[in-house]
Nanobody, 122 residues
Framework: VQLQASGGGLVQTGDSLRLSCAAS????????MAWFRQAPGKRREFVAG???????YDSDFMKGRFTISRDGAKNTVYLQMNSLKPEDTAVYYC?????????????????WGQGTLVTVSS
């Protein structure tokens, strides 16, 4: 499986962005997928995940601002980010795991996209 993340950019506080993660591979729809992010000097952290049935898991800091979804027909996972804040600035990575449940730690994921940079200016 190969993952290709896109959609990052430079935005202002309060703006929205939608990240996309396109996956290749026949088993994509059976994988748990997630978005992580890593800010400069910080550890990679879990943002949101979605399992094969569409059940989602959100991190506390999302507080309803971010929504993860997946389109099986397009082999794509999305992260809709609204009300962006400067502290959301980070490289965002999509990840896939050969798992039926969403996992919260980076080392539990088998596949990673290359990352897409999101910069939120104040």
């Amino acid at each position: 499986v190969q993952l290709q993340a896109s959609g990052g950019g430079l935005v202002q506080t309060g703006d929205s962005l939608r990240l996309s993660c396109a996956a290749s591979g026949r088993a994509f729809n059976n994988y748990a997928m997630a978005w992580f992010r890593q800010a400069p000097g910080k550890r990679r952290e879990f943002v949101a995940g979605i399992n094969w049935s569409g059940t989602t898991y959100d991190s506390d800091f999302m507080k309803g601002r971010f929504t993860i979804s997946r389109d099986g027909a397009k082999n794509t996972v999305y992260l809709q980010m609204n009300s962006l804040k400067p502290e959301d600035t980070a490289v965002y990575y999509c990840a896939g795991a050969r798992s039926t449940v969403v996992l919260g730690r980076p080392n539990e994921y088998d596949y990673w996209g290359q990352g897409t940079l999101v910069t939120v200016s104040s």
